[in-house]
């Protein structure tokens, strides 16, 4: 009776056992995986503590300020697009009539004339008078200090040491 109980014991452990392992586990909810965050990736709430000391990944060298090419471009076509710096008086027509009086204006690199009269208008300035020997800009630019307007006095056919 003795054996007969052990083997009816391990008979029902052993297909007990069969039972439990031999089902399928169950399937799992299948959800998205989400991708590990790349080696670079900072995380949103970090911040680089100086302590003193420049960030490393900051260039300690200033970027150029804008060249004048980058000017150039955001400036309008035109006569309206020329500086009076960059402005050389070609020539100049003068009248009787002093309405009549025309001065030629040649832009930087010798790429284009204008003709302008009084009143017309440059990129910073104002043409206010046509002599036969200098033109007078006023300059328009808000980076003037004074309250009255400054006058640029070009000539049109300047002396040696003379700004032309």
């Not at 989400?34 to 911040?47: G, L, Q, T």
């Not at 208008?121 to 400054?150: C, E, G, M, W």
């Amino acid at each position: 009776m003795k054996y007969r109980f052990l083997s009816f014991s391990s008979i029902s452990i052993l297909a007990t056992s069969l039972v439990v392992f031999s089902q399928a586990p169950a399937p799992k909810e299948q959800t998205p995986q989400e991708e590990p965050p790349s080696a670079f990736a900072v995380p949103k709430d970090y911040r680089y503590d100086a302590k003193g000391r420049r960030d490393p990944f900051v260039n300690p060298v200033p970027k150029p300020p804008k060249t004048a090419e980058a000017v150039a471009k955001s400036r309008p076509p035109g006569l309206k697009g020329v500086l009076v710096n960059e402005a050389q008086i070609a020539g100049v027509v003068t009248s009787n009539e002093p309405t009549m009086n025309v001065v030629v204006i040649a832009a930087p690199g010798g790429k284009a004339a204008y003709f302008a009269r009084v009143g017309d208008q440059l990129f910073d300035a104002v043409v206010k008078t046509i002599k036969s020997d200098a033109v007078t800009f006023v300059l328009t630019a808000s980076n003037t200090d004074s309250k009255a307007p400054r006058e640029v006095v070009r000539k049109v056919h300047p002396n040696s040491g003379e700004e032309k």
